[in-house]
């Protein structure tokens, strides 16, 4: 039975509640430099935590707009490898229904998308909005609140609320991975980790981190391909 809207905003539940401690810890941060309108125009129309934590920190660098905006479309590159991926399922859908769907996928739905192709090989548009867009209210409306509650703290930074993405990242990640050792061998996996750690690790003394990520994302899906051809 193919799921509808709902069912993919169930399905997203857990990971919209997470979006929200996430969010009140970016509004939180945001909040001696940004106004709660302000943090509340960056969550819509950037809609990246990692970004957004980024261009806090530039802020308050007091770095130019330019710099801004190069580092948030390096950070976001990697969202153009999961749309791309993504957009295998929606080959018959509308343009309309698929520049929706890739802009406001984001690591964490991703992650959501791909826990539901290892149960089903039939993904809905529908259900993928639902996914997509309990996160994004929940974000939206988090980061706004801790923009406005984060004047009552005397010093954000000091509670380490900027760690909070990774964490949640890491836990996401954990959860695909047992999902992943279903279908791919632990040989694959291993090799596939192990190019992304190495190339990471070599490029930063070359390129910045931004570019390091996407370069090394990039060496371990060849790697990924490569094993999966010769098996």
Same mark, same amino acid.
């Given at each position: 039975?193919?799921?509808?809207?709902?069912? %993919?905003?169930?399905?997203?539940?857990?990971?919209?509640?997470?979006?929200?401690?996430? @969010?009140?810890?970016? &509004?939180?941060?945001?909040?001696?430099?940004?106004?709660?309108?302000?943090?509340?125009?960056?969550?819509?129309?950037?809609?990246? &935590?990692?970004?957004?934590?980024?261009?806090?920190?530039? =802020?308050?660098?007091?770095?130019?707009?330019?710099?801004?905006?190069?580092?948030?479309?390096?950070?976001?590159?990697?969202? $153009?490898?999961?749309?791309?991926?993504?957009?295998?399922?929606?080959?018959?859908?509308?343009?309309?229904?698929?520049?929706?769907? &890739?802009?406001?996928?984001?690591?964490?739905?991703? &992650?959501?998308?791909?826990?539901? *192709?290892?149960?089903?090989?039939?993904?809905?548009?529908?259900?993928?909005?639902?996914?997509?867009?309990?996160?994004?209210?929940?974000?939206?409306?988090?980061?706004?609140?801790?923009?406005?509650? @984060?004047?009552?703290?005397?010093?954000? *930074?000091?509670?380490?609320?900027?760690?909070?993405?990774?964490? $949640?990242? =890491?836990?996401?990640?954990?959860?695909?991975?047992? @999902?992943?050792?279903?279908?791919? *061998?632990? *040989?694959?996996?291993?090799?596939?980790?192990?190019?992304?750690?190495?190339?990471?690790?070599?490029?930063?003394?070359?390129?910045?981190?931004?570019?390091?990520?996407?370069?090394?994302?990039?060496? @371990?899906?060849?790697? %990924?391909?490569?094993?999966?051809?010769?098996?």
């Amino acid at each position: 039975m193919e799921k509808d809207f709902w069912q %993919g905003v169930r399905d997203a539940l857990p990971t919209a509640l997470g979006y929200i401690s996430i @969010g009140l810890a970016c &509004g939180v941060v945001a909040s001696p430099y940004l106004s709660p309108l302000e943090m509340a125009l960056m969550s819509v129309l950037v809609y990246a &935590g990692a970004a957004q934590f980024a261009m806090l920190s530039l =802020i308050a660098a007091h770095s130019s707009i330019l710099n801004m905006a190069l580092t948030v479309c390096l950070i976001n590159l990697r969202n $153009m490898l999961m749309s791309l991926h993504t957009s295998t399922d929606f080959k018959d859908a509308s343009l309309a229904h698929t520049i929706g769907i &890739g802009s406001l996928l984001t690591d964490e739905s991703y &992650g959501v998308y791909l826990s539901e *192709k290892l149960k089903t090989d039939t993904i809905t548009v529908p259900w993928m909005h639902g996914n997509n867009l309990v996160g994004y209210v929940a974000w939206i409306s988090a980061t706004v609140i801790g923009t406005a509650l @984060g004047s009552l703290l005397p010093d954000p *930074k000091a509670f380490g609320l900027d760690f909070a993405l990774v964490a $949640m990242f =890491i836990g996401i990640f954990a959860a695909q991975f047992q @999902g992943m050792q279903l279908t791919e *061998k632990t *040989k694959t996996m291993l090799m596939v980790l192990l190019a992304v750690a190495v190339s990471f690790f070599l490029l930063l003394f070359f390129v910045s981190q931004p570019l390091a990520v996407l370069a090394a994302t990039l060496i @371990g899906c060849f790697v %990924g391909v490569v094993c999966d051809a010769r098996e």
